[in-house]
């Protein structure tokens, strides 16, 4: 459910057709009944909608009585869930917001008609409404109306002409927008990133001054945004809107603060240069953009990931966005191994399978390979990578030769050393020192005695 604010769940699938049967059910009833929001949008640009959104002038009871299945998620925001076929279609009654006076959501609405539920909607290439099917063919089309191959778009904004020349434009007076609801300052630039949309002038200055309120947003909602943004290939963009409007100092704002900080530069940014043209996971996109962020706040990168840095910059994660524990972990695990891999000693072959045999490796090897497009550690680089591809023609995670059970069958009792035997012993194993069970248990006695 994306319409509602209060309400956060991952929607289930809608198709057009079964969006397209709800809307014409209402119309059959007598109602207004478009397509809206992002649909329209999609459409418009040439991609397919992942999801149909219907706007009708019937209130919320009169969509509920008009279908055999409805949840009223959001009732009060006038959006009621329609189970149609395989889909589950949202039903927003037309509406205007009252005020905002808690940055997130609206504290009563009133329900209207289509050309004031545009003036509520974010953006203006948002703002717009599709007939699919008119009623009746070849009728002089009225102001604002636009004939397409999809049906009639119904635009009271502006939003085609700014499609058109695309550019990203808030609807009504920018300030305005952005100081009732705080979460539009990231819709904006993830969907001027994920179009590659100039912004409106009035509209970025807007978001600038607006930047600081965002730590009015809670920290799902941002860390919902940053994974939207910050993950598929348009992600360049995002990021220099975050730093360019300021945003990226309110995300970060729980890592260490530091004196001074550097701005944005492009010939310095690290997160452009990880694996660029290629969709990364979230843990990567923060780990790239934790440590650029920090050593523009003048550290080197050897200095950002010892233990204790790493902690302080997961601690900082944790509190401005609310992760998964999988995602705060992948952004640590990808981080960890640096310490070793550019420490001044190449490590040895043991650390190096080790290393590759992490779930996370790819994705360090990716941040390694930025480092060295920045100039950074090259001929390191050059022959970790030239190693990583030898060592993974073979098996870099074998079964072990021996476990604890032939530890304690050989006689040890379990203890402290336990561990430190069977590493041991396995990096003999992963070094070739060992290769048998026996030759293994032999090692673990010397390691052990
Ligand atoms: P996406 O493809 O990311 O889902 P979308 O435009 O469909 O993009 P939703 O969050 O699903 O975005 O919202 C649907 C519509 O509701 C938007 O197109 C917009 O018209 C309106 N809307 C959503 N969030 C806001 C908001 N915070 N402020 C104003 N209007 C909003
Ligand atoms: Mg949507």
Redesign the pocket.
């Known amino acids: 459910m994306?319409?509602v604010?209060p309400i956060s769940t991952t929607k289930p699938p809608c198709l057009r057709a079964d969006a397209l049967a709800v809307l014409l059910r209402l119309r059959w009833a007598g109602h207004v009944a478009y397509f809206?929001?992002?649909?329209v949008?999609?459409l418009l640009l040439g991609g397919e909608?992942?999801?149909w959104?219907v706007a009708t002038d019937a209130p919320p009871a009169r969509v509920r009585a008009l279908f055999a299945s409805t949840q009223a998620v959001g009732a009060a925001f006038g959006v009621i869930l329609v189970k149609q076929g395989r889909s589950t279609v949202e039903v927003a009654t037309f509406r205007t917001e009252g005020v905002y006076s808690d940055g997130r959501r609206p504290d009563a609405v009133a329900f209207t008609d289509a050309a004031h539920d545009a003036q509520?909607?974010?953006?203006t290439m948002?703002?717009l409404f599709l007939n699919p099917k008119p009623e009746t063919q070849n009728q002089k089309l009225a102001e604002g109306e636009i004939e397409t191959a999809h049906g009639v778009v119904i635009d009271y904004v502006g939003g085609v002409a700014d499609l058109k020349n695309r550019v990203l434009r808030a609807i009504g007076e920018p300030s305005r927008r952005f100081a009732e609801?705080h979460?539009?300052l990231l819709?904006a630039v993830?969907?001027a990133a994920r179009f590659g949309l100039a912004v409106d002038e009035q509209t970025a200055i807007a978001i600038a001054e607006n930047a600081t309120k965002l730590r009015g947003i809670s920290p799902e909602r941002v860390a919902d945004e940053l994974r939207?943004m910050l993950t598929p290939t348009t992600r360049e963009r995002a990021w220099r809107l975050l730093w360019e409007y300021g945003l990226v100092d309110v995300i970060f704002r729980f890592l260490p603060a530091e004196p001074e900080r550097a701005g944005f530069e492009r010939e310095r940014s690290l997160f452009l240069r990880v694996a660029p043209g290629r969709a990364i996971s979230f843990g990567l996109a923060l780990a790239a953009g934790v440590l650029e962020y920090r050593m523009a706040g003048g550290h080197d990168v050897l200095g950002l990931v010892t233990r204790q840095e790493i902690l302080k910059s997961e601690r900082g994660i944790r509190e401005g966005l609310k992760l998964s524990n999988d995602e705060l972990g992948a952004m640590v695990g990808i981080l960890e191994p640096l310490a070793i891999l550019l420490a001044d000693l190449e490590p040895g072959v043991a650390a190096l399978k080790r290393f590759l045999a992490r779930p996370t490796a790819e994705e360090t090897r990716a941040l390694l390979r930025g480092l060295e497009e920045l100039g950074m550690f090259p001929a390191r680089v050059t022959s970790l990578e030239g190693r990583f591809a030898e060592l993974l023609k073979g098996d870099v995670a074998p079964t072990p030769l021996i476990t604890g059970d032939d530890l304690v069958a050989a006689g040890f009792s379990p203890g402290p050393r336990f561990k430190k035997v069977l590493d041991g012993v396995y990096d003999a194993q992963l070094e070739g020192r060992a290769g048998t069970k026996e030759e293994a248990l032999q090692m673990a006695k010397e390691l052990g005695g």
């Open positions: 994306s319409e604010s809206a929001g992002g649909c949008r999609d909608p992942k999801d959104d509520r909607r974010d953006f948002n703002g609801d979460l539009r819709r993830r969907f939207l």
